[in-house]
């Protein structure tokens, strides 16, 4: 991710402070996040659930 668009992100959700306190800081909690988010496998067919429902009075 390059400089630009983490300054954009980071002004967009806020955190414009941070940017200008610790730009270390939220740079690398960007590149990590996009990091993270690469790992994230999608679903084959968007309508299945990433985890079973969760019911009440189940797996206790």
């Known amino acids: 991710m390059d400089k630009e ?3 954009l ?3 967009r959700a806020g955190l414009a402070k941070a940017l200008e306190k610790f730009p270390d800081d939220v740079t690398a909690s960007a590149k990590q996040a996009a990091d993270v988010a690469q790992k994230i496998k999608r679903p084959a067919d968007p ?3 990433p985890w079973p ?3 009440a009075g189940t797996g206790l």
């Open 53 to 55: 429902p969760m019911r």
């Open 5 to 7: 668009t983490i300054e």
């Open 9 to 11: 992100l980071a002004r």
């Open 47 to 49: 309508r299945a659930e």
